[in-house]
C-alpha cells in the first residue's frame, strides 16, 4: 500500500481551497466561536421586529456556512489517513462546535413558532431581504399543529432518550453481542461468519458455501428470536407513541411528515410495485435458468449469472468513459465534470491508512469533493460517475441557492447519482459488444433493480403492516413478524423461488427496520431517476432543462415540488411504472444473452 505522500499530487483532492492551511482553520475556528455568543443573544427578542428576525437568519445562515467548512475540512483531512492524531482531534472539535452551534440555536424554532402567523406574514412583506427565507419559515410553520406547550414538549424530550432504547438494544446485539458460526469457504477453510463476509460468502460460485453460511447466519438470529422480537416491538411502539403525542393520524403519516409527503404517494409506491412483480417473477426465473438449478432459493440470490470478466479501466479512461455516458445531459454538465475531475475535486487512489468506500461531501462556497479508491475495475467506474452524480448535484444546487437551501434532501439524494449509473450502463450496452462484457452491465443493473426497488418496496410494505397491525391493537409476536415477513418474500419473489424457512425470520436483522419508514426513500429515489433518464434519453433538450432545474434546486421547496419540475410526479403510480418497464426491457436483453 502506498503512502499517501506518494500518489502524484494530480490525483490527491485539494482542501486547500476551503482552508489555506492550519492557521486559517484556527482563525475560523475562532470566528464561528464568536458568532455563536452573538447567536445566543437573539434569545427572547425574534418576535421583536422583521429587522431583528432577518438579522438572525442571516447570521445564523452564516454560522451554518462556517461549520459546514470547518468540520468538512477537518473531516477529509482525517479521511486521508485515519490514524493521524492531529486530524482526530481537529474532527472532534469540529463536531464539538456543531453541537453547540445546535444547542446555542435550540431556542429558535419554538420562538419563531410563537409568533403569530400574521404577524409572521406582516414581517415578511414588509422587511426587505426576509422574503428569501419565506421556505424555512414555512417549514418551522408547518410543524405548529404538531408542536404541544412547552411542559409537554419537556416531557417529550425526555421520553426521546428512553425512545432511542429498542434501536440501541438491537445494535448492541447485532454488532456486539452475536455469534456466527464457522463454515468452510470454497478451499475448504474454516472461515467465522461475520456481517462484512456474509455478503462475499452469500456471492461464492459454489453453492454449498451459500447455503452453509445462509442457514449459519440465521441459526444464530433464531436462537435470539423472542429478543429481536421485543426490541422491533418496542420500536413500532416507540413510532406509535410520539405519531399520538404530535397528533398525527398514524406512525406512517407522522414519518413521511418531515419531506412534506402525503400517505398516498406511499400506497401508490407499493401498488405500482406490485404490479410490476410479475417482471421480478420473470428475472428470478432467468436466474434460475442460468444458474442451472432446479429449485432457486434464497441463498441463490445473490449469486451471479454472468461469467467473471477482467476489464481494467484506468482512471484517465474511466473519466473520458463517464464524460462520453454523461454527454445526453448537454454540454454545460460534462463541461463542469471534467472541470472538476481535473481540479482536483477527486481523491482517487487508495494509500496507507485512508478511509475505505467512496462517498461524495460539499463545502458551499468552495466546490464539492470526492472520495474514491478507485482500483481500475468495471465496478469502480460505477461508483466514480454515482459519487460524481452526488458532487454536480451539489455543485448546481450551491451555485443557484443560498446557503440556506442549498443542501438537497436524503428523500432525492440518490436521484442523480442513479440517473448517472442509468446513464453509464445504456452507453456502455451501446458502445460495447463483446457479449462478457454486456452481461456484467446488465447483471449490475438487475441487482440494482433487485435490492433498491423491489427489496427496499418490500421493506417498506412490512413496516407498513406491522405498525398498522399494532396500531389496531395487535402489537406483533415473534410468530406474527415471521408470517408477515415470509409471505410477503413469497409474493415478492413468486412462484420460482423457494422461500426457505430462514428468510421468515430476516426481518430480525434489518437496522433500517429502526428507521422508522426510512427505506421507502430509497425505491422512491430510484424510480424518479429511472424515469427521469428514459425522459432525458428520449425528449433530449426539454428533458435536460427541467433536470438540471431540479440539480440546481437544492432544498428551496419541497422533495416532490422538486422532482415534478423535473417532469416526474411521484405523487402518481406512474414513474414507477415506467421504472419497472426499464427493468423488463434489461431483463428481456440478459434472456437474449444468455440463450437460456
Ligand atoms: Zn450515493
Do not use: C
Not at 444464530?220 to 413510532?239: D, F
Not at 421480478?280 to 449469486?303: P, Q, S, T
Amino acid at each position: 500500500m502506498p503512502e499517501r505522500a506518494s500518489v502524484p499530487e494530480e490525483h490527491r483532492w485539494r482542501l486547500e481551497d476551503i482552508f489555506a492551511d492550519q492557521d486559517a482553520w484556527e482563525r475560523a475556528f475562532r470566528e464561528l466561536e464568536e458568532v455563536i455568543t452573538r447567536l445566543q443573544a437573539f434569545q427572547g427578542k425574534l418576535g421583536a421586529s422583521g429587522a431583528v428576525l432577518l438579522d438572525f437568519m442571516q447570521q445564523s445562515e452564516q454560522a451554518g456556512q462556517k461549520a459546514d467548512a470547518l468540520y468538512a475540512y477537518a473531516h477529509m483531512r482525517l479521511d486521508e489517513d485515519t490514524a493521524h492524531p492531529g486530524h482526530q482531534a481537529m474532527q472532534a472539535r469540529a463536531l464539538n462546535l456543531m453541537v453547540r452551534l445546535d444547542s446555542a440555536l435550540s431556542y429558535a424554532t419554538p420562538e419563531i413558532l410563537a409568533i403569530p402567523p400574521d404577524r409572521l406574514e406582516a414581517f415578511l412583506r414588509e422587511t426587505r431581504g426576509l422574503d428569501l427565507y419565506r421556505h424555512a419559515l414555512d417549514e418551522i410553520q408547518r410543524k405548529r399543529p404538531h408542536t404541544l406547550s412547552e411542559p409537554e414538549e419537556h416531557l417529550l424530550a425526555m421520553a426521546g432518550e428512553v425512545g432511542h432504547a429498542p434501536g440501541q438494544i438491537f445494535q448492541m446485539i447485532n454488532e456486539a453481542d452475536i455469534r456466527f458460526p464457522t463454515v468452510k469457504d470454497e478451499d475448504g477453510r474454516e472461515l467465522e461468519i461475520t456481517h462484512a463476509r456474509y455478503g462475499r460468502l452469500l456471492e461464492s460460485r459454489d453453492r454449498r458455501v451459500r447455503r452453509e453460511t445462509f442457514q449459519g447466519l440465521y441459526a444464530s438470529y433464531r436462537k435470539l428470536l423472542n429478543t429481536l422480537a421485543a426490541t422491533l416491538t418496542g420500536q413500532i411502539r416507540r413510532n406509535i407513541f410520539f405519531a399520538r403525542a404530535r397528533k398525527f393520524g398514524s406512525a406512517l403519516e407522522a414519518a413521511l411528515f418531515p419531506d412534506n409527503v402525503p400517505v398516498d404517494l406511499y400506497t401508490n409506491l407499493l401498488e405500482a410495485v406490485h404490479e410490476g412483480l410479475p417482471t421480478l417473477h420473470r428475472y428470478i426465473g432467468l436466474r434460475k435458468r442460468a444458474l442451472r438449478l432446479d429449485e432457486h432459493h434464497m441463498y441463490d440470490v445473490y449469486a451471479t449469472i454472468v461469467p467473471e470478466v477482467r476489464v481494467r479501466i484506468p482512471y484517465p479512461e474511466a473519466v473520458e468513459l463517464a464524460a462520453e455516458a454523461l454527454a445526453p445531459l448537454g454540454e454545460e454538465y460534462v463541461r463542469v465534470l471534467r472541470h472538476g475531475l481535473h481540479s482536483r475535486w477527486v481523491d482517487v487512489y487508495e494509500n496507507r491508512g485512508k478511509r475505505s468506500g467512496a462517498y461524495s461531501s460539499g463545502v458551499y462556497g468552495v466546490h464539492p469533493y470526492v472520495l474514491l479508491n478507485y482500483q481500475d475495475t468495471l465496478d469502480n467506474l460505477f461508483t466514480l460517475v454515482h459519487e460524481m452524480g452526488h458532487a454536480m448535484h451539489t455543485y448546481f444546487s450551491d451555485r443557484t441557492q443560498p446557503y440556506v437551501y442549498s443542501q438537497y434532501t436524503i428523500f432525492v439524494a440518490e436521484v442523480a447519482s442513479t440517473v448517472n449509473e442509468a446513464l453509464l450502463a445504456h452507453h456502455l450496452l451501446q458502445r460495447w459488444n463483446d457479449r462478457a462484457r454486456k452481461l456484467y452491465v446488465l447483471n449490475h443493473q438487475l441487482d440494482n433493480f433487485r435490492t433498491t426497488l423491489f427489496r427496499q418496496a418490500m421493506f417498506a410494505e412490512f413496516e407498513r403492516k406491522i405498525h398498522a397491525e399494532a396500531e389496531g391493537g395487535q402489537p406483533p409476536t415473534a410468530e406474527r413478524l415471521s408470517e408477515v415477513y415470509g409471505d410477503l418474500n413469497a409474493t415478492y419473489y413468486g412462484p420460482d423461488m423457494v422461500s426457505d424457512d430462514e428468510i421468515r425470520i430476516e426481518w430480525s436483522r434489518i437496522p433500517h427496520f429502526y428507521m422508522n419508514f426510512y427505506v421507502y426513500k430509497y425505491a422512491t429515489g430510484f424510480s424518479a431517476a429511472q424515469a427521469l433518464t428514459r425522459r432525458i434519453l428520449e425528449e433530449g433538450r426539454p428533458a435536460v432543462d427541467d433536470y438540471l432545474a431540479f440539480l440546481s434546486g437544492g432544498s428551496s421547496d419541497y422533495p416532490l415540488v422538486l422532482l415534478r419540475r423535473a417532469g416526474v410526479d411521484m405523487a402518481s403510480p406512474e414513474p414507477v411504472r415506467q421504472a419497472i418497464r426499464s427493468f423488463g426491457e434489461l431483463v428481456e436483453q440478459m434472456e437474449r444473452l444468455l440463450q437460456v
